[in-house]
């Protein structure tokens, strides 16, 4: 699926730090927690929690964030429609590991089994 080349530039120069607090907001609202979406990034990524602190500190961009992180081998596994992108069909390597880890996000704040998000069931 093609995303326009206006959405691609978006995501190379979006800060995790500015969408990190909407994530967080977006799973406690619905009874998740910061444990949670940080086991949830650090699956998708490899970054553990004194890593997310840095790259939100630092301010780093989904380009840079995603360039520093060890991608899951089964993120192959992550399929289905976020924002209208199917993420399985987008073809920007960078909007599609961004809308990964929006995926996750999403399944984590439907109440979706922690097994099933990490793609271990």
């Avoid at 406690?28 to 699956?43: D, M, N, S």
């Avoid at 780093?60 to 976020?82: M, R, S």
Wanted: proline share 2%; charged share 30%.
């Amino acid at each position: 699926m093609n995303t326009t080349s206006k959405h691609d530039e978006r995501m190379v120069k979006m800060t995790f730090a500015s969408v990190y607090p909407h994530y967080l907001a977006k799973v406690e609202k619905k009874g998740r927690t910061k444990e949670e979406l940080h086991q949830v990034i650090e699956w998708l990524t490899g970054f553990d929690n004194k890593q997310i602190a840095n790259l939100i500190e630092k301010k780093v961009t989904f380009q840079e964030f995603f360039q520093q992180a060890t991608l899951n081998p089964n993120t192959h596994l992550i399929t289905g429609v976020i924002c209208g992108y199917r993420v399985e069909e987008i073809e920007n390597e960078l909007t599609q590991k961004v809308r990964y880890l929006d995926k996750l996000v999403d399944e984590l704040a439907k109440g979706r089994k922690m097994g099933k998000i990490l793609r271990d069931e």
